[in-house]
């Protein structure tokens, strides 16, 4: 079947204003909603990206363009959210994306995770499975998802660096800011690991990860398909795809693979 074309399109009107969230004693955290058919579609930005990325406006765009809901936030200290980006970690931006659901999503949620969102996309299925059932969760889309990258995404000189030092400072070519890695977020990242073991999701998952992807290896996308339990899983590999699959054809790849899921949810 020929896959559909569907170009990012201008967000207008509300769709483009972000809105805050207020939490006692945990910063406020900026998001973008816009209401419609339901699974909710939830995006979970990288490490030290957030919801102004071409990915996430593409999917907000298309999504109001079609009348589907559609939630994007900025973690805490990241984006236009408040905190400190070296006081959180891997669960506490967990902790932000559940808050943000349960405050603005009724209903099943359709999680796609990019990156680092990847693993934070399967921490937050497995706590909504765990504690609403596996019925919340309409499908999973991790575009180079990085599931337990503090295990396979630094070597043993940089762990050492992060024990001893308190932090790793790392120049990137994705931003002006060098990627801060504390040692707070690399010893969440090591207790909260799941490749090694049987992952207990048993929705549907589409996993796009491009061949020529210099930072999470193909071959994490291969794991991650074999260690969850579910029987409906498809890992996408894109010829010449980098990490970012920000190309025309990456962005409807994407945006395919979650219309396809919201018209037929399982």
Known sequence: MERQQFPPLPVSGTAAAPAWLDRPGRPRLAYRHVT?????????????????????TALLAWAAAEGRACLLLDYAGCGLSEGQFAEQTLLDWRGDVLDLIDAKVEGRVLLVG???GGWLMLLTALALTQRDGPRR?????GIAAAPDFTEWGFSDAEKAIIRTEGALIEDTPYGDQPYVTTRALFESGEANRLLDGTIPLTCPVRLLHGQEDGD??????????????????????VKGGDHRLSRDGDIALLIDTVARFAAHPA
């Open 216 to 237: 999470v290896p193909p071959d994490i996308s291969l794991r991650l398909a074999a260690a969850l339990a579910s029987d409906d899983v498809q890992v996408t590999l």
């Open 36 to 56: 419609g058919a339901g699974p909710t579609i939830v995006f979970l930005p990288g490490y030290m990206s957030d919801m102004a990325g071409g990915k996430a």
């Open 137 to 141: 969760i309409a499908g999973l889309v």
């Open 114 to 116: 990019s990156s680092m």
